[in-house]
């Protein structure tokens, strides 16, 4: 019983600590990022993970790494360069 106690203690902290990390843009484009950190944060807990510095830190990584490809599609901070050309902010 004590560690699913603890396993709880570990996500909620873990949560905790990842979500304001989450950036609005991100929370807005994909409905189900909350699901998609959950499960991230879930997949490190039964692999045996016990920090949930790490744990946030491995999940917002994971949540990058998925949401990469379409983020070069819809990103909002293009902005015109020099000559009319377009670059990234």
Same mark, same amino acid.
């Given at each position: ?21 989450? #950036? =609005?843009?991100? $929370?807005?484009?994909?409905? !189900? ?10 997949? %490190? ?11 946030? #830190? =491995?999940?917002? $990584?994971?949540?990058?790494? !998925? ?10 901070? %293009?902005?015109?360069g020099p000559n009319g050309r377009l670059r990234r902010a």
């Amino acid at each position: 019983m004590a560690g699913i106690a603890r396993n709880i203690e570990l996500y909620q902290l873990a949560y905790k600590l990842s979500w304001p990390h989450v #950036s =609005e843009f991100q $929370k807005n484009a994909d409905p !189900n990022i909350a699901l998609r950190l959950h499960d991230s944060i879930s997949r %490190r807990l039964k692999q045996g993970a016990t920090e949930p510095v790490l744990i946030a #830190s =491995e999940a917002l $990584k994971d949540l990058e790494l !998925n949401g990469q490809a379409d983020s070069d599609k819809t990103s909002p901070t %293009r902005i015109a360069g020099p000559n009319g050309r377009l670059r990234r902010a």
